[in-house]
């Protein structure tokens, strides 16, 4: 590549594959509204939904959307994937949160609309304090992993 195109590839070309992690503040806030977004318009486009088709079906469709989540994040090699990934959850969770909810008013009206009101602030209270628990106390999540380069020269004989 010449001088011109280096420049013109701009700096992630240049750098190692493992660098293009590196997130900058629009990257992150981008990534952000791609995982917050989609739950809110999910919810308001299909949670009348399981009403017409019933809870199951859609319950089990979320399931499925979520498991394709899964897949690409499992896959991912990039910003792209990620935010691909996360708007899949997003969906996911918007579509699955109007069935269970409803759902639950319909077993018990009192009880599920407690439930609805305190659920989300307990779970996202328990996965905050869950992850900070796992990166305070597991080895994996807060250690970096070594540079690609740096771990085939060392693992080569």
């Given at each position: ?7 013109a ?10 660098q ?6 629009s ?7 791609g ?5 809110p318009?999910?919810?308001l486009i ?29 896959g991912t090699?990039?910003?792209?994937d990620?935010?691909?990934g ?5 969906v ?13 008013i319909?077993?018990?009206r ?8 305190v659920t ?9 304090m ?8 597991q080895p994996g999540?807060a250690r ?13 004989p």
């Amino acid at each position: 590549m010449t001088t011109d195109e280096e420049r013109a590839a701009g700096p992630f070309r240049q750098s190692a594959p493992w660098q293009a992690f590196c997130l900058q503040a629009s990257v992150g806030v981008f990534f952000l509204a791609g995982a917050s977004a989609p739950t809110p318009l999910a919810l308001l486009i299909v949670g009348s939904l399981s009403d017409h088709v019933g809870r199951r079906p859609v319950i089990f469709g979320s399931l499925v959307v979520q498991a394709a989540a899964v897949v690409v994040f499992a896959g991912t090699d990039g910003v792209p994937d990620l935010v691909c990934g996360r708007i899949l959850q997003g969906v996911a969770t918007g579509t699955v949160v109007g069935a269970v909810g409803a759902g639950m008013i319909d077993v018990s009206r009192s009880a599920g609309t407690l439930a609805n009101a305190v659920t989300p602030a307990a779970g996202t209270a328990v996965g905050a304090m869950g992850s900070g628990l796992l990166v305070t106390y597991q080895p994996g999540p807060a250690r970096s992993a070594p540079a690609p380069a740096a771990r085939s020269a060392t693992s080569s004989p």
